[in-house]
């Protein structure tokens, strides 16, 4: 079992950054592959990046790639969410997701946070 902790959402405005933290609980985080999901309202919740457990693996969703940078600590069961330049179109409430294999983060499921909220105004 895996609890997971977002935070660092809030209101920026368009072209600022904000990061993201996700804490986890359980001694067994550095197994897990990380992720962050973002749901816009009146949207269907959207994969935007993934890291493995080692963290030298990364994987982003096309309209995040050179502006958001995922990261993780194992030793502070910790994954970090940087987001630079951002965008209108980038707020939504993002989501913190483990997965066992890195392969399968993009597919959803597993274990989610509650979210925190990245408002962007223009």
């Known amino acids: 079992q895996v609890q997971l902790v977002e935070s660092g959402g809030g209101l920026v405005q368009a072209g600022g950054s904000l990061r993201l933290s996700c804490v986890a609980s359980?001694?067994?985080?550095?197994?897990?592959?990380m992720g962050w999901f973002r749901q816009a309202p009146g949207k269907e919740r959207e994969f935007v990046a993934a890291?493995?457990?080692?963290?030298?693996?990364?994987r982003y969703t096309d309209s995040v790639k050179g502006r958001f940078t995922i990261s993780r600590d194992n030793a502070k069961n910790t994954v970090s969410f940087k987001m630079n330049s951002l965008k209108p179109e980038d707020a939504a409430v993002y989501y913190c997701?483990?997965?066992?294999?890195?392969?399968?983060?993009?597919?959803?499921?597993?274990?989610w946070g509650q979210g925190t909220q990245v408002t962007v105004s223009s």
């Open positions: 890291v493995n457990w080692s963290g030298s693996s990364t």
């Open positions: 359980g001694r067994t985080f550095s197994t897990y592959a």
């Open positions: 997701t483990a997965r066992v294999a890195f392969s399968t983060v993009v597919s959803g499921g597993g274990y």
